[in-house]
């Protein structure tokens, strides 16, 4: 099989990025007219975005849970770029519930948080491999963060497996094209005495790290389907634990085909937050864009992540962590959305203007 699928026929419920928050989960499906076994009186199928763990509550529970759905045919999913790091052994911000070596710097942000036993890492791996990086059907696209079709043609030629393999030699051939850089990485980081991790020391603009790293991003198609578009910046900024100096790009506003895309991964959000309480420097792809509106050229791709993988600062805060963090589900092809707190709202303005429709969000 390839790493590009096919959706099955049918209505679906297409569900945001879970990052760990189990409850919520289980909250979403209950409000959507699932029964714990994936079960819908109408015979709706469900559909994962990618990023089920990392950063919240219960990462194991979560994904146990999606490969019981898939299992029994209720479900299926793509893989995001919090698995890809599961796959690759790359132990990132908000993982510590896998990874031994990133438990202590987790703690401080994201404790408690159940962690993976043992003899399940494995099995959690050889669940993951069985995922695809894309679906499609001729109504509809379903991929974590960006639909570029010459990526997309490539992956088409690999089979599900192969993720771990595919991403090495891409990444080798990446790493190859963009050594001329390294030199000059290791001279920026001489004449600069700090982590990139370290969120209080904001260096310089470090010029040779933005275009090793977007050549890096834009030359593996497993990337760039799974973590977005990305150009060297401006200016550096501080996002999902590090220092950061190429920016992820409005993809969708150079997507020129007619058939709609379900992306997660961007951090939408409902109300207005303070983007760096969640570690979020990066610029807000959705400025000035209402929160239930599709975009894009063609106001055909919807990003359906409403930041529930915030959650933990509300908790640390001892606040409702349902008031700017939630869980989507994106409903085909009715087009509304459902929360996990129960609220039912229409999205607007698919396939039109939203200035010419009137809406604006400031």
Excluded at 114 to 134: C, Y
Excluded at 163 to 178: C, G, K, P, R, T
Excluded at 321 to 330: M, S
Aim: charged share 25%; glycine share 8%.
């Amino acid at each position: 099989m390839s790493l590009i699928q096919q959706i099955p026929d049918g209505p679906l419920d297409i569900i945001g990025d879970i990052h760990g928050e189990y409850d919520a989960l289980l909250n979403l499906l209950k409000h959507l007219g699932y029964d714990y076994a994936g079960n819908h009186p109408n015979g709706r199928t469900i559909v994962f975005v990618g990023d089920f763990c990392d950063r919240g509550p219960n990462s194991p529970a979560v994904l146990a849970l999606i490969e019981q759905l898939i299992v029994a045919k209720r479900a299926v999913a793509v893989l995001g770029n919090h698995e890809l790091n599961l796959l690759r052994a790359e132990a990132k911000d908000g993982s510590g519930w896998f990874f031994t070596e990133r438990v202590e710097r987790d703690n401080h942000k994201y404790s408690p948080y159940k962690k993976v036993e043992q003899l399940d890492r494995e099995k959690i791996i050889s669940f993951l491999l069985t995922l695809p990086i894309a679906l499609e059907r001729e109504d509809l696209r379903v991929v974590h963060a960006a639909w570029m079709q010459d990526q997309v043609q490539i992956l088409k030629s690999r089979s599900i497996g192969s993720q771990i393999q595919s991403y090495v030699e891409w990444d080798q051939l990446a790493h190859d094209h963009a050594s001329d850089f390294l030199s000059s990485m290791k001279t920026e980081l001489e004449d600069w005495n700090f982590s990139l991790e370290d969120q209080h020391n904001e260096p310089p603009f470090l010029h040779a790290h933005a275009a090793h790293d977007s050549v890096k991003q834009m030359m593996n198609p497993l990337r760039v389907l799974t973590s977005g578009v990305e150009r060297k910046g401006g200016s550096p900024f501080y996002s999902s634990g590090k220092w950061r100096f190429s920016e992820r790009v409005q993809w969708w506003d150079e997507y020129d085909s007619q058939v709609p895309v379900v992306i997660g991964h961007y951090w939408r959000r409902v109300s207005k937050i303070d983007r760096s309480t969640v570690g979020k420097g990066d610029p807000d792809l959705f400025s000035g864009t209402h929160p239930y509106a599709w975009h894009g050229i063609h106001s055909n791709v919807f990003c359906v992540d409403f930041s529930v993988g915030g959650r933990w600062v509300a908790r640390k805060k001892s606040k409702v962590p349902e008031t700017d963090f939630k869980l989507a589900a994106l409903r085909w092809p009715e087009r509304t959305l459902c929360f996990d707190d129960g609220e039912v709202v229409e999205t607007i303005g698919y396939q039109a203007s939203i200035k010419k429709l009137g809406y604006q969000y400031e």
